[in-house]
C-alpha cells in the first residue's frame, strides 16, 4: 500500500493545507483513514475517550472529547497509521480471518494491541516513545471511526509485560550496535567453555538470534517436506573434503524468530566456515556433554547437564561476559570498549555490518540504494523481508550509519 500527501487542496471553497491519502496495493483509495488525514488536517484535533460515571444511572459511560495536536504530531499519527495498515495488509495474507486494510475498522482490541506490543516492541524492538506514539495514533483513529458510527472505541495500551522490554529497547538503541574486533576478542577470552565462546561467536560470525542457536542441530532433519543436513553430516564433509572451505546449513523456520502474530519465521542458510566448523566439532568431541537430544548446545550447570538450551542461554552468556568486560574497564586501561547496554543482537549487528562493508569493495557507502546487491545479499544473510520498499529503505540506512559507525570505532 502507498500513502500519498495532497498538498493546497482547494474543492469547491474546502480548502486544505495537506493531508494525507492511503492508497492500497491496486492503487485504490481506502476511505476511512484519508477522511480521518483529512478531518485532522483541517482541524488539528484528534477525539480522546473520557470515562466518566453516568449522572443518571452510575455506570461507567464513554464520551468523545476534542483535543488539539501539533502539526508534528499529525505527520506521526499518519505514519503510524500507515505503518499499522500495511501490517494489516501483510498479515492478511497470511492469516484468511485476520482483517485486511479494507475491513481494519473491524479489527478486535488484541489485534490492534497485538500489533503494538508482539510487532512493534518485541519484533521491531521498538522503544517507549515509538511505542506510545502508536498507541495515541491508533487511538485517535478508532476515536474517529467510533465518533462517526464504524467501529466501537478501542482499549488500546502497552502491556505490562511489555513495559520493560521497550524500556531496554529504548537503551540499547543508545549503545553502538557494532562490536569491535578487540572487544570480541576480549569476550572470547574470558570465557570458560568452548560452549559460551561459539555462542558469542555465531552471533558475530554467522548472524544468529541468540534463540536460533537452538536451530542447530546434530542429525539430518526433514523441514518442508524435504531432508537437511545436521553437524554431524558437516563435520564429515569437513573431513572428506579439505579444500572446502564454507559449508551450508538450514536454519528451518520454526528457530527463527516470527515477525507476525502468528507462524513461523523466515528459514535461511547460513554459512559456517572452516575454522568455525572446525570449533564446532571440538565442542562436539571433547566439551559436549552425553545426550539424547539432537539440540547441538548443551546446559553446563549441574542441575541441567545434558539439556538443550534455553532461547535466551546465548544472550546471557553475552551478559555474563560483558559484565566481565565492564568490570576491567574500571580497573585497567583497556583496547576493548563496550557499552553497559550492548545486547547479544548486537553480535548479529556487527555480522551484519562486516559483510556489508566486504561486499562493497571499492564503493563508498554514499552510492548505495535500496536494491543494491550489498544491501540484498546481507538481507537475505539477515533473514529480513525485503519485498516492502520502505524496509528496503530502512535496512539500507541502518547499514550505511553502521559502515560509518565501525569505520570510526575500528580507525579506519
Known amino acids: 500500500m502507498d500513502k500519498i500527501e495532497i498538498n493546497d487542496f482547494d474543492h469547491d471553497g474546502i480548502k486544505l493545507e495537506k493531508f494525507d491519502v492511503f492508497l492500497d496495493d491496486g492503487e485504490v483509495p481506502i476511505l476511512l483513514p484519508t477522511f480521518f488525514s483529512m478531518f485532522t488536517s483541517k482541524c488539528l484535533q484528534i477525539y480522546k475517550a473520557i470515562d466518566e460515571k453516568s449522572e443518571t444511572s452510575q455506570k461507567i459511560v464513554t464520551r468523545l472529547v476534542l483535543s488539539e495536536i501539533s502539526e508534528v504530531t499529525f505527520s506521526q499519527y499518519m505514519s503510524h497509521l500507515k505503518r499499522y495498515l500495511d501490517y494489516c495488509e501483510k498479515f492478511a495474507k497470511e492469516h484468511t480471518n485476520a482483517p485486511n486494510i479494507h475491513m481494519h475498522e473491524a479489527a478486535p482490541d488484541e489485534f490492534i494491541n497485538g500489533y503494538i506490543n508482539e510487532e512493534l516492541i518485541d519484533a521491531q524492538s521498538k522503544g517507549q516513545q515509538s511505542a506510545a506514539q502508536a498507541v495515541g495514533a491508533l487511538s485517535a483513529y478508532y476515536n474517529y471511526l467510533a465518533h462517526i458510527g464504524v467501529a466501537k472505541v478501542k482499549s488500546l495500551r502497552i502491556y505490562k509485560n511489555y513495559r520493560d522490554t521497550a524500556a531496554k529497547n529504548t537503551l540499547r538503541k543508545r549503545a553502538v550496535k557494532y562490536l569491535t574486533l578487540k572487544t570480541r576478542s576480549a569476550l572470547v577470552n574470558v ?85 568455525l566448523l572446525a570449533r564446532l566439532y571440538e565442542y562436539y568431541a571433547i566439551e559436549r556433554p552425553e545426550s539424547e537430544s539432537d539440540v547441538f548446545f548443551l546446559k553446563t550447570d549441574s542441575k541441567g547437564l545434558g539439556l538443550p538450551i534455553n532461547t535466551n542461554t546465548a544472550s546471557e552468556v553475552f551478559l555474563a561476559r560483558k559484565k566481565e568486560l565492564l568490570a576491567k574497564l574500571q580497573q585497567d586501561d583497556c583496547d576493548f570498549s563496550i557499552h553497559e547496554h550492548n545486547s547479544y543482537h548486537h553480535c548479529r549487528h556487527t555480522f551484519g555490518t562486516n559483510v556489508f562493508y566486504e561486499l562493497l569493495g571499492d564503493q563508498g557507502v554514499d552510492t548505495i540504494t535500496a536494491g543494491s546487491a550489498a544491501i540484498i545479499t546481507v538481507a537475505k544473510l539477515m533473514g529480513h523481508k525485503m519485498e516492502d520498499p520502505r524496509a528496503r529503505n530502512q535496512v539500507t540506512q541502518l547499514y550505511i550509519r553502521a559502515v560509518r559507525e565501525m569505520q570510526a570505532l575500528e580507525g579506519m
Not at 537437511?228 to 569437513?238: A, N
Open 191 to 275: 570465557c570458560n567453555n568452548l560452549r559460551d565462546e561459539l555462542l558469542l561467536r555465531m552471533g558475530w560470525e554467522v548472524g544468529l538470534r541468540s534463540k536460533e542457536n537452538c536451530g542447530l542441530l546434530l542429525n539430518d532433519f526433514s523441514y518442508g517436506k524435504t531432508t537437511h543436513k545436521g553437524l554431524r553430516s558437516l563435520f564429515l564433509e569437513m573431513q572428506e573434503d579439505e579444500s572446502k572451505t564454507t559449508f551450508d546449513y538450514f536454519l528451518a523456520g520454526n528457530y527463527v524468530k516470527r515477525t507476525g502474530l502468528g507462524g513461523t519465521g523466515r528459514s535461511r542458510k547460513i554459512h559456517l566456515d572452516r575454522d
